[in-house]
């Protein structure tokens, strides 16, 4: 996976084309310029804890408005007053609006932010830690936030991009690894008046339960130093959720996690190598180890695949068990040749016991997404009817594993029988083409509902202000 990254942020940088500026901030340009393959492998270090953006990779383009207000759910943040601790210095506020609106670097190659300060809506800009950071945002009919960051006592124009990416209702975002600056440096940024609470996570075989904590935010943001492990944190505004995602970085198990490559129920071959990588990288995503915990594979082969180096790729769907025979899972594709990685947001989840649980996904893919449908049933099913827009489909099962021809982007009922025609298990599915904030309970990061829905215990009291960096005094 590592290897499939830094091909991919190589070739990425190979179409990076600086252009001569004839103005006078050519030299901290040309500075910054030279620093952005550095903000683009921070990124990359981040890649588990920060939400998916453009990563200022792009070649420059113009500025192309988006016609009409703001969508109104951004309007609250957008009208919010600046945060941070150099929030009340307006000389600093406007040269960094000045930048942005020149700075041909904020960028993913489509869209940019606009070209006239005016439109330029400084959202966050201060220390937290080691770090100066400046996040901003466009304002027009599609807005675009971009986050630069340095050292305390930067000028605007000595800060480097480091993420660009369409605004949400709140923001959490990570810098790390800059200028031999290890810190991991989080900010969580809501409304005026919001809340913000992290999580303890619990995985179980019938779902995930989260105890929430409200983060001291006396001045209206979280900014964590140095994020030492991956946490969860959401944004709540008058007891609803407004944002949901997952912050800094996701530590190993510490030890290669054990795991039999043996398939439970004999449903494929095994893959060892392939199993043992899997399952150490959901050990990775859960912090599920311990004498309580085993690993076991769902479901392996060898398969096709176009795009590899063979031809050929592992796959293989490994289970975390907990203690009441189920939990979290995740399949991922190794190419038999390079060993580069793949996964697909479908094939992550909860599942029970092996006797009764049904998956269903799509296979990661390295050069053409495939319309094949995955089915993993229990061992004992034959046979699967597939429903789509009130049309039966069937497929036939060996050891519970089988598929079919299925139209992307459907919605689906899928039912399995046993050799006597006795219904075994019935699953929803729907086509999951994006990974959202909780890859194995999508429905739990759902924008605009209470806060209930995801919180199986009350909020616990406010965490110890240590915890969080204030802001300095104004």
Not at 23 to 38: A, D, G, N, W
Not at 58 to 70: C, I, K, M, N
Not at 134 to 151: M, N, S, T
Request: glycine share 10%; proline share 8%; hydrophobic share 40%.
């Amino acid at each position: 996976m590592i290897e499939a990254l830094r091909a991919t942020l190589d070739r990425h940088a190979a179409e990076v084309t600086p252009r001569p500026d004839p103005y006078p901030r050519v030299v901290s340009r040309h500075r910054r310029r030279r620093r952005r393959v550095t903000a683009a492998i921070a990124a990359v270090a981040l890649v588990f804890v920060v939400a998916p953006g453009a990563w200022l990779l792009g070649r420059p383009q113009p500025y192309l408005p988006v016609a009409g207000p703001p969508p109104a759910a951004l309007l609250p943040l957008l009208n919010s007053p600046t945060r941070g601790s150099l929030a009340g210095d307006n000389a600093y506020i406007e040269s960094l609006r000045q930048l942005v609106a020149e700075d041909d670097t904020n960028s993913d190659g489509g869209s940019r932010l606009p070209d006239d300060p005016g439109l330029i809506k400084v959202l966050f800009v201060g220390d937290i830690g080691a770090r100066r950071i400046a996040v901003v945002a466009g304002v027009d009919g599609k807005p675009l936030v971009a986050a630069y960051q340095g050292k305390p006592g930067d000028d605007a124009d000595e800060l480097s991009p480091t993420m660009l990416a369409e605004l949400e209702p709140a923001l959490g975002t990570g810098f790390a690894m800059d200028n031999g600056n290890a810190e991991r440096t989080y900010l969580l940024l809501g409304p005026v008046g919001a809340v913000y609470e992290t999580a303890e996570t619990r995985y179980t075989g019938t779902g995930i339960q989260r105890n929430w904590t409200r983060l001291d935010a006396p001045d209206g943001y979280v900014g964590i130093a140095d994020l030492a492990r991956q946490q969860r944190f959401r944004v709540l505004t008058g007891g609803t959720v407004l944002y949901e995602t997952e912050g800094g970085a996701a530590a190993g198990p510490g030890r290669t996690v054990t795991v039999d490559p043996q398939p439970a129920g004999g449903r494929g071959r095994p893959m060892p190598a392939a199993a043992t990588q899997i399952a150490n990288s959901l050990a990775t995503l859960t912090r599920l180890t311990g004498p309580d915990v085993t690993y076991r594979v769902l479901w392996s082969d060898e398969i096709d695949m176009p795009g590899t180096s063979t031809g050929r790729a592992a796959v293989v769907t490994v289970q975390a068990v907990t203690a009441d025979g189920g939990g979290p899972y995740a399949t991922g594709t190794i190419d038999t040749g390079e060993g580069y990685y793949r996964d697909h947001p479908s094939g992550y989840g909860i599942a029970g016991d092996v006797e009764h649980t049904l998956l269903a996904m799509r296979l990661p893919w390295y050069q053409v997404e495939s319309d094949r449908l995955q089915i993993i049933a229990p061992p004992a099913a034959v046979r699967a009817e597939v429903v789509r827009d009130g049309q039966t489909a069937e497929a036939t099962l060996v050891d519970g594993v089988g598929g079919l021809a299925v139209p992307l982007n459907s919605q689906l009922t899928i039912r399995v029988y046993d050799a006597t025609g006795a219904l075994l298990a019935t699953l929803a599915y729907a086509d999951r083409n994006e990974f959202g904030c909780d890859r194995f309970d999508p429905a739990a990061c759902a924008t605009g509902s209470p806060a209930a829905s995801g919180t199986p215990t009350p909020t616990s009291e406010v965490t110890p202000t240590a915890a969080v960096t204030p802001t300095a005094a104004r």
